[in-house]
């Protein structure tokens, strides 16, 4: 019977070159430019990356929400995100871009300052991309006796002849109930308040804020509360709420007056997730009341209110011997979102992350036929089309064509519309012939004003393995940024001696930076492709190692048992 036991391990090996067969065809990798060999432990990680682009430098900053000095050790009291005994810690360096585009790095990150701050950090906003005059702003808390003052950072870019410094200004927020979020804006800090019976408030900052005396040598300035926002509507909290997220931002309009404002408020409850995103107009100056408070006239434009389960059920199928197959319901509980957003300049264009692995996107437009069909206003989550996993980061180009996200899993998957979406003549993945969907990449220009939305179009993919990211430590922020000087690119092509696809006459290159949470930024060239690796039975063999030996050593169980069964 030594014939059953043939039978058996070729229809096992027949498994494995099945299992082979359903790989799916990987999405096109960018040209790694300079990357790093992942560090495997966590220690010092910060948490809050920035980077930003300013001349001829990338700028990273890492901020520790709660950094405990040596002296403090043993004497840091709270269990919320405001503790006494912790200070904020801001570390900026810089490198020149040019550094960045070598395989190798030829130089060092130039330490620009490293700032302890009186207390701990609970919220960091940057401004729109495109925008040179301020850096960003931290909101830090200083314990006094029984009373806790509320303070804004102000990071801007000084420029002294041919230096380029970064200095701040301390910015003192009236009141003492807690702050939940703010957004940096390029007159006014945006903020709310937890609890408050107005969902924002808006402080208008100071004309003279960039003026001498800068850091150090400044003392905080006083900002008043300016104008409140829209009053809390009945019911705008669930009942049962356990938890509270949400973010804020100023979205751009045309006319100078109207102050319009993007809201994003989750709520949990024991057994639903609920979303409200708002936008209102306002004006931006406005009479004060008896007592000395702007009460602004909010319309509102648009209103999206959705929920989800906290918890979902995961059908699980596993065999049983005895009477076939069952199916088995796996609860599975929904982690609390941690929302972000990204605006293009002027806020023209803004992206922010909701539930799970679900996006929007806001674009301007002045069709006023768009509109009253809620095409482009219309907010409406976009559910993305690869990993499960949360959403941990987005980032908008300065014009609203380029998108990069980031989730848990440490995959950044890289979108592409408008202008930027410029492919390659050799890229048959966008062949109109094989891929329908190519022809999206012939819409050229700007996102904004249109009858239509340009929609988003997955074109990339950075994964752990291949973008040498690494599976432990996560990525904190990218950044892109454009650089047309073809020394830079016959450089680094050379060294690489890896084949790739070539633009043949534009010289502009575009590049995506991204940060991770252990000192460590990668370069990219996102308009070129790595060598895509063909898909057979040799690459599963070669890259899905671990599968097949498991089924290996599974099929070799039954092979064994069959030969010793019927041996004699």
Request: glycine content about 4%; hydrophobic content about 40%.
């Amino acid at each position: 019977m030594k014939w059953r036991v043939l039978i058996l391990l070729m229809a096992g090996v027949a498994m494995i070159y099945f299992v082979s067969l359903l790989q799916d065809t990987p999405y096109p990798h960018p040209v790694a430019i300079q990357t790093s060999i992942p560090k495997r432990n966590r220690l010092n990680e910060p948490s809050h990356v920035i980077l930003a682009i300013h001349d001829d430098y990338i700028y990273r900053t890492h901020i520790h929400y709660d950094a405990v000095l040596d002296a403090n050790r043993g004497y840091v009291r709270g269990v919320d995100s405001i503790k006494a005994g912790v200070n904020g810690l801001v570390i900026q360096s810089r490198k020149r871009k040019r550094d960045l585009l070598s395989e190798f790095p030829e130089e060092e990150w130039q330490v620009c300052f490293k700032h302890l701050l009186s207390g701990p950090i609970t919220f960091v906003s940057k401004p729109a991309e495109g925008t040179d005059l301020h850096q960003m702003a931290i909101l830090y808390h200083v314990l006094e006796n029984e009373e806790i003052k509320h303070f804004v950072r102000l990071y801007y870019w000084l420029h002294d002849k041919d230096s380029i410094t970064s200095e701040y200004k301390d910015l003192l927020l009236t009141g003492n109930t807690m702050i939940h979020a703010i957004s940096l804006e390029h007159d006014s800090i945006l903020f709310s308040r937890e609890p408050d019976i107005y969902r924002f408030r808006i402080a208008a900052l100071p004309q003279n804020v960039m003026n001498s005396p800068h850091s150090e040598k400044s003392t905080p300035i006083l900002l008043s509360t300016g104008q409140t926002g829209d009053l809390v509507k009945a019911n705008h909290q669930p009942k049962g709420t356990e938890v509270y997220t949400g973010l804020l931002c100023k979205l751009y309009s045309p006319n100078p007056n109207t102050y319009r404002v993007f809201s994003l408020d989750i709520f949990k409850t024991k057994k639903m997730f609920h979303t409200s995103v708002t936008i209102t107009d306002g004006t931006s100056i406005s009479p004060k009341n008896e007592e000395g408070v702007q009460i602004g006239t909010w319309i509102h434009r648009d209103r999206l209110v959705s929920k989800d389960k906290v918890i979902i059920d995961e059908n699980l199928e596993y065999m049983a011997f005895a009477d076939g197959p069952h199916f088995h319901h796996e609860p599975t509980e929904i982690e609390m979102p941690q929302p972000s957003l990204s605006r293009s300049k002027y806020g023209k264009t803004m992206v922010a992350s909701l539930i799970r692995n679900n996006f929007q996107t806001l674009d301007f437009t002045d069709h006023l036929d768009a509109l009253i069909n809620d095409s482009v206003d219309s907010v409406e989550p976009s559910e993305t089309s690869y990993d499960a996993t949360d959403i941990r980061g987005v980032q908008l180009n300065a014009n609203g064509t380029l998108l990069a996200v980031w989730i848990k899993s440490k995959s950044i998957y890289i979108y592409k519309r408008g202008a930027a979406d410029r492919p390659p003549k050799s890229w048959n993945l966008f062949d109109s012939t094989t891929n329908p969907a190519a022809d999206s990449y012939l819409n050229s220009g700007s996102p904004h004003n249109l009858e239509k939305p340009l929609e988003w179009i997955l074109r990339m993919v950075i994964t752990p393995k291949e973008g040498q990211i690494g599976t432990i430590t996560p990525i904190g922020a990218a950044v892109f940024w454009e650089e047309n000087n073809l020394n830079y690119i016959c450089k680094l092509m050379i060294p690489l001696k890896k084949k790739v696809t070539l633009f043949d006459s534009n010289l502009l290159r575009i590049y995506l930076a991204v940060g991770i949470k252990n000192n460590i930024v990668n370069t990219y060239l996102i308009d070129e492709m790595e060598e895509q690796k063909a898909v057979n039975f040799e690459s599963f063999i070669r890259d899905k190692w671990d599968l097949w030996i498991v089924m290996t050593f599974v099929i070799s169980i039954f092979v064994v048992n069959e030969y010793k069964t019927y041996a004699n």
